[in-house]
């Protein structure tokens, strides 16, 4: 039996899977497709080069996951070629006209390889036999202490046993292609459905050159076409810091259903938009084409009915982000991000969520078992029973969304109209602290090496850090959460929570920790006189 199994090898599949097989985890990753990456493809060209048909860039100063990734695997990245003029065609059989001192991708940075170069570094670190390839999951059975997978591999049906099974693709793909046994509760199923797939509907073009004449012209390369026969919508440098590789990229106009029937002619009609486009006849290389929406791996029937019209929020949906079947079943794709859902930062912030929880419940477990399983047995004992304590906090995000959830829908059958959600998340946050001083009480501490000062116990501090991610954590899921609520569609004030009204929450829970905080405070100097009165006393 596996520790966990891991459904999709995309960017977060394999960041995942790394982090548990460096833990020692029995890990094995599932990939239907015949090669690894998910929406991240790569063609390779010379002097380790590439060309990206999928994601191709990423903003370290608000993206650090896929920055501090860059810099562990040893990878070199480069601003986008963002100068010169940008072009914009708005008439088919007019000349493009010619804008200056726009900067299109500030801050923007690609990878020397093409993203597929993360792919390739996270899989090194891990042996061959535990991905397979050519696997389809059709179905998970929960079993009570383990998940039963039954995948379709090389024509045969076999089943797979794992203690945890983590769905790292699209959500609406897993409520597709995956049998749920028992059947998902109605809100999981609707956050799945809900979920749009990222890039699903996109098709993407590189055009090789054999020099970037762009740049002599001092254009950027970057060009908007937005005349009603447009086939390439957006242009752009798509060289890499080879010398030998030169290339423009785009995302193509044309709707799936256009690009389907046009499929035979497209290549004609990317050369002709290029030539428009730049004003000349231009010698064109070979053409590097992917069409996600005919992936059937990425673009489920619901993405391929969607119409931008059609969407609601911009969020993802925090019901992704829960465990289910007594914390054996996780969603962990980009689309269940709490922040950059969609992007790779997305991708690798749903990777450190699960981890962080498995690594949670593998803590609680080792805990419960003989004392040489304890991983904080060598830590000074406050080190430990602080460690522990955080453990413990970061395992509660969960229990603190589902218990405001409750509150919510009771509080909606008890027709109540104002404040819902005020009142929802301030009961649920109080819950938890109220059990985190349980806990606090129950850890052992060394109080003589605790110093005071003006009444604060130096211990006090430790105990409150946990929370400021716990209490972000459940702000923005809150959010996001009341976003896709049909129930509350009718409370606008509750459905897009305005920032007046987030400022009074926030005001509300800061308050209920400082409650905490001032009462974990006297607990311990409480347990510090204790102490003291033993030691006087024997």
């Not at 001192?101 to 570094?121: K, P, T, V, W």
């Not at 290029?274 to 673009?299: L, M, P, S």
């Not at 805990?367 to 029973?385: C, F, G, I, T, V």
């Not at 969304?401 to 649920?428: C, K, P, V």
């Amino acid at each position: 039996m596996h520790d966990v199994a891991i459904v999709g090898s995309g960017l977060s599949g394999l960041a995942l899977a790394t982090k548990l097989y460096r833990r020692g985890h029995d890990i094995v990753v599932l990939e239907a497709r015949d090669r690894l990456g998910g929406r991240i493809l790569t063609v390779p060209g010379p002097n380790g080069s590439g060309f990206d048909l999928g994601p191709t860039w990423h903003w370290p100063k608000t993206q650090p996951l896929v920055a501090q990734l860059v810099k562990e695997l040893g990878l070199v990245d480069f601003a986008q070629y963002d100068e010169g003029a940008v072009l914009h065609l708005r008439e088919g059989d007019k000349k493009a006209e010619r804008i200056e001192g726009q900067s299109l991708y500030e801050d923007a940075r690609r990878i020397h390889g093409g993203a597929g170069a993360l792919i390739a570094g996270l899989a090194k670190q891990l042996p061959s036999s535990a991905i397979c390839l050519q696997t389809e999951v059709k179905a998970l059975r929960d079993c009570g202490d383990h998940i039963a997978v039954t995948v379709i591999a090389g024509g045969e049906t076999k089943e797979i046993a794992a203690k945890h099974v983590v769905l790292s693709l699209p959500p609406r793909l897993a409520r597709e292609m995956i049998q749920f046994t028992p059947a998902l509760d109605e809100p999981t199923t609707h956050a799945l459905q809900g979920a749009e797939t990222w890039m699903a509907a996109q098709a993407k073009v590189v055009i090789e050159y054999s020099s970037p004449f762009w740049r002599g012209e001092n254009l950027s390369g970057a060009a908007f076409v937005t005349h009603e026969q447009a086939t390439i919508g957006e242009i752009f440098d798509s060289c890499d810091i080879s010398a030998q590789l030169f290339a423009l990229g785009g995302f193509i106009a044309l709707s799936p259903e256009l690009r389907e029937s046009f499929k035979v002619g497209l290549p004609m009609l990317f050369y002709s938009q290029i030539n428009a486009v730049f004003g000349r006849d231009i010698e064109h290389g070979a053409i590097h084409y992917q069409d996600w929406a005919a992936e059937k791996y990425t673009c489920s029937a619901a993405d391929r009915e969607f119409r931008e019209d059609d969407k609601t929020h911009d969020a993802a949906n925090p019901m992704l982000r829960q465990s289910l079947w007594d914390k054996k079943l996780y969603f962990g794709g980009s689309e269940t991000a709490a922040r950059s859902a969609g992007y790779l930062e997305g991708a690798l912030d749903a990777a450190r969520r699960v981890e962080r929880a498995l690594s949670a419940i593998d803590t609680k477990r080792r805990m419960s078992r003989a004392e040489d399983d304890d991983p904080y047995k060598d830590y000074p004992l406050n080190e430990a029973s602080l460690a522990r304590f955080a453990a413990w906090v970061d395992s509660r995000s969960d229990v603190v969304f589902e218990n405001y959830r409750r509150r919510l829908n009771r509080a909606l059958a008890s027709q109540q109209r104002e404040n819902l959600t005020q009142i929802s998340i301030l009961g649920a946050m109080e819950d938890i602290f109220q059990e985190a001083l349980t806990e606090v009480n129950r850890l052992p501490f060394d109080m003589a090496a605790v110093s005071v000062e003006k009444g604060r116990a130096s211990l006090t501090p430790a105990v409150q850090q946990p929370f400021g991610d716990l209490m972000q954590a459940i702000i923005d899921d809150v959010v996001a959460f009341n976003r896709t609520s049909c129930a509350l569609s009718n409370f606008p004030g509750e459905h897009h929570l305005s920032k007046d009204y987030l400022q009074v929450i926030m005001q509300d829970i800061a308050a209920a920790w400082r409650e905490f905080s001032l009462s974990a405070n006297r607990m311990l100097l409480e347990k510090k006189n204790a102490q003291f009165t033993q030691e006087k006393t024997e």
